[in-house]
């Protein structure tokens, strides 16, 4: 069974960048979906971004500040968060596959 291992996250200002990374255990080259998510304390996971073989797609709230990418060499998937919001804090997952990374947290404060 595949394994996910988030890191990345951390504490920036508002308006700052970070760069999330999903590793896999075994290759992604097969995987049809794979995408990001995030939660905050009493709220649901929220979709933030997906990518498949027919491009990536995002939230709303993200669109025009976060991208995700995928590196199948490093079996990595990756959110890079521009322009960061306070909103923006949460605890942020990778899914793969029906599968979820442990977690990573992003604080955005000044």
């Known amino acids: 069974q595949v394994q996910l291992v988030e890191s990345g996250g951390g504490l920036v200002q508002p308006g700052g960048s970070l760069r999330l990374s999903c590793v896999a255990s075994?290759?992604?080259?097969?995987?049809?979906?794979m995408a990001w998510y995030r939660q905050t304390p009493g709220n649901q996971r929220e979709l933030v971004g997906v990518?498949?073989?027919?491009?990536?797609n995002y939230a709303d709230s993200v669109k025009g500040r976060f991208a995700i990418s995928r590196d199948n060499a490093r079996n990595t998937i990756y959110l890079q968060m521009n322009s960061l919001k306070p909103e923006d804090a949460a605890v942020y997952y990778c899914f793969v596959d029906g599968l979820w990374g442990q977690g990573t947290q992003v604080i955005v404060s000044s």
């Open positions: 990518i498949n073989r027919g491009g990536t």
């Open positions: 075994r290759s992604l080259f097969n995987s049809v979906v």
